[in-house]
Antibody, heavy 115, light 107 residues
Framework: EVQLLESGGDLVQPGGSLRLACAAS????????MSWVRQAPGKGLEWVSA???????YYGDSVKGRFTISRDTSKNTLYLVMDSLRVEDTAIYYC?????????WGQGTPVTVSS | DIQMTQSPSSLSASVGDRVTITCRAS??????LAWYQQKPGKVPKLLIH???TLQSGVPSRFSGSGSGTDFTLTVSSLQPEDVATYYC?????????FGQGTKVEIK
C-alpha cells in the first residue's frame, strides 16, 4: 500500500526558511517522480515542484529560485526546502506521487507565513 | 504558462441528475488532462487522467472526454457522496496547472 506522510509544517515569519519532508513507503521510491502541490486557505490547488525518477527538478514560476526539491533515496524521503518565505506561501503542502498527474497524495502539512 | 479555465464555478443539481463540468486550456494540450475530486476537508483524489482514462476504483458514473483545448467531466447520475470540488489539471507541459475548481452541491 502506497503511503505518503508529510512533516515539517510550521508558523514562520516572512523571509524565513522551512524544510518539509515526505516519508514514502509501499513502492520503489527512486523509480517514480514526486511532486509538491499546495493549497492556500479556501483556494484551489497549485503545483509547486517536481522531481523526476531520474532526479531532474522542476519548479513553478511563483517559487523558482526560492524553493528547492530533493530526495534521499536511502531514506525514501522527499524534501522541500523553502527560503525567503512570503505571506502568500501560506498553504497546506501535499506531496504526491506521479509524473504529470498524481495518483497518490499525502495528508498534507500546514505552513503559515506571518509576522 | 497554460491557463486552465473551468465552468461553471459552482452548480447545484438533484440526485440522479447528469452533471457536466467543462475545462478549457489556453492552448493545445492534446489529451494531457486530469480530473480530481476534493471532498470538504479531504485530500484530492485522482478520478481521470489522459482526458478519458478512469483511475482504478473510481465509479463508472464518472467519465471524461475531449482533446486539444476543450474537455468535459460528466457524472452520469449524481449521488450524495459526489458533493465535492472538482479540478482539472494540465499534465502536458510545465508548469502543470490546475483549473480554479467547480463546487458541486446537491439541490
Amino acid at each position: 500500500e502506497v503511503q505518503l506522510l508529510e512533516s515539517g509544517g510550521d508558523l514562520v515569519q516572512p523571509g524565513g526558511s522551512l524544510r518539509l519532508a515526505c516519508a514514502a513507503s509501499g513502492f520503489t521510491f527512486n523509480a517514480y517522480a514526486m511532486s509538491w502541490v499546495r493549497q492556500a486557505p479556501g483556494k484551489g490547488l497549485e503545483w509547486v515542484s517536481a522531481i523526476s525518477g531520474g532526479g531532474i527538478t522542476y519548479y513553478g514560476d511563483s517559487v523558482k529560485g526560492r524553493f528547492t526539491i530533493s530526495r534521499d533515496t536511502s531514506k525514501n524521503t522527499l524534501y522541500l526546502v523553502m527560503d525567503s518565505l512570503r505571506v502568500e506561501d501560506t498553504a497546506i503542502y501535499y506531496c504526491a506521487k506521479g509524473w504529470g498527474y498524481f495518483e497518490y497524495w499525502g495528508q498534507g502539512t500546514p505552513v503559515t507565513v506571518s509576522s | 504558462d497554460i491557463q486552465m479555465t473551468q465552468s461553471p464555478s459552482s452548480l447545484s443539481a438533484s440526485v440522479g441528475d447528469r452533471v457536466t463540468i467543462t475545462c478549457r486550456a489556453s492552448r493545445d494540450i492534446s489529451k494531457s488532462l486530469a480530473w480530481y475530486q476534493q471532498k470538504p476537508g479531504k485530500v484530492p483524489k485522482l478520478l481521470i487522467h489522459t482526458a478519458s482514462t478512469l483511475q482504478s476504483g473510481v465509479p463508472s458514473r464518472f467519465s471524461g472526454s475531449g482533446s486539444g483545448t476543450d474537455f468535459t467531466l460528466t457524472v452520469s447520475s449524481l449521488q450524495p457522496e459526489d458533493v465535492a470540488t472538482y479540478y482539472c489539471q494540465n499534465h502536458n507541459s510545465f508548469p502543470w496547472t490546475f483549473g480554479q475548481g467547480t463546487k458541486v452541491e446537491i439541490k
